[in-house]
């Protein structure tokens, strides 16, 4: 669920982008980022810090956007969010000793240190490809094309990619025995 409603910001965006401009759909995307944030404030009382770092970027980029009616800013945004995301994963061995994926995933598999190393090391890789990416797509094709690359693209290549990550991980689960006896079936 919470990886729905973080899409929630790009969702409307497209909708916007689809229906009205670039422009409709930047102050669109900032308004709907200010509502998730505050409805994520109001309900449990904190914000998570990417979510504040993504909403500060997109204010900062879309306000830029709107301020100078230059869609250019918009454009990067999701390159600068996907290279500081690159950038936590690579640096977070440096605080706390263990990398970034151990912390989110170490209470639902055991991997030894080099397998977290090589994970996390995959994350940061995915994430500043996906930057480049971005640009390529940004600055290669016409808008549009970047409007659908920014929804369906980098949305349907995430989903790959965690895909490829369960694989990986499926050699590392514990597989307890699915046999239940007569009497458990009862």
Do not use: C
């Not at 980029?61 to 999701?78: A, C």
């Amino acid at each position: 669920m919470k990886f729905l409603a973080d899409f929630f910001p790009i969702l409307l965006f497209f909708i916007a982008y689809k229906a009205y401009d670039i422009y409709v759909a930047t102050a669109v995307a900032i308004a709907a980022a200010l509502i998730q944030v505050g409805y994520h404030w109001l309900r449990h009382r904190k914000a998570e810090k990417m979510q504040l770092i993504t909403l500060g970027l997109l204010v900062v980029f879309g306000g830029m956007t709107l301020l100078l009616h230059d869609p250019l800013f918009i454009k990067w945004k999701p390159t600068v969010v996907n290279w500081l995301f690159g950038i936590v994963f690579l640096a977070s061995p440096l605080f706390g000793g263990k990398t970034l994926t151990e912390r989110m995933l170490s209470h639902a598999v055991q991997l030894p240190t080099s397998v977290w190393g090589r994970l996390n090391l995959a994350w940061a890789g995915f994430f500043i490809a996906m930057g480049l990416l971005n640009l390529y797509v940004a600055f290669s094709f016409s808008e549009e094309a970047w409007v659908n690359f920014k929804l369906f693209g980098m949305m349907g290549l995430t989903f790959l990619f965690v895909i490829a990550q369960g694989f990986f991980l499926a050699r590392y689960m514990d597989q307890a025995p699915a046999t239940a006896t007569a009497s458990e079936e009862r």
